[in-house]
């Protein structure tokens, strides 16, 4: 496990108040910025001392993944790449010439904290796809990849408190209490 440091500004936060904290700025990063995976990350890296080049590599998640949105939510996905960044299987447990006694252990054992995150968004919303959420949210699904589409997606509301960035700004505070929860947060 790595363990990462509130940072500086928000150190005096409470657990509730880094949890709110995480919603508000997962909600604005997807508000003004667009993208849930890389918003989610944003949000967790603004709050925690987490490598930036971690934003950027979550960049081509959104959509269900490349602008595709048959894929898994954006914004689980960004979650995942911060839990898998404190809980992920180590590169030394892998091999591309020998099977390593412990590896399959590593690998179960890093994926126990996604899974928790995965469950929340089958319990909030009965799904962890992109394009069911978009049904779920417009009650139609959009390609954003086409410009027209995109636009009536942002005319929708897409960008609205109660659309995107709340599934944003849930991703984020769940990610943050399961690190919480799992010690992976030094106060």
């Keep these: 496990m790595i363990k990462v440091k509130v940072r500086e500004k928000y150190r005096g936060l409470s657990r509730q108040g880094l949890l ?21 990350v944003a949000a967790l ?3 925690l001392n987490i490598e930036g080049v971690v934003v950027r590599v979550a960049g081509s998640l959104a959509g269900g993944t490349a602008m595709q949105f048959v894929g898994t939510c954006g ?11 404190c809980f992920g299987r180590p590169p030394e447990k892998m091999s591309y010439q020998e099977e390593i006694k412990d590896n399959l252990d590593a690998y179960f054992a890093a994926t126990e904290a996604p899974m928790l995150l995965a469950d929340k968004f089958w319990k909030e919303y009965g799904t962890i796809n992109c394009i069911n959420i978009q049904r779920r949210l417009f009650g139609r699904f959009y390609n954003a990849a086409d410009p027209d589409e995109y636009e ?8 609205e408190s109660t659309k995107c960035p709340h599934i944003v700004g849930d991703a984020a505070r769940w990610v943050m209490e399961i690190l919480l929860d799992k010690g992976a947060v030094e106060l």
């Design 20 to 40: 709110d904290e995480a919603y508000e700025l997962g909600s604005n990063f997807e508000k003004y910025s667009i993208g849930c995976s890389q918003s989610t």
């Design 45 to 47: 890296h603004e709050l």
């Design 75 to 85: 914004a689980l996905s960004g979650g995942v790449m911060i839990l898998d960044y």
């Design 152 to 159: 009536k997606m942002v005319r929708a509301g897409a960008h």
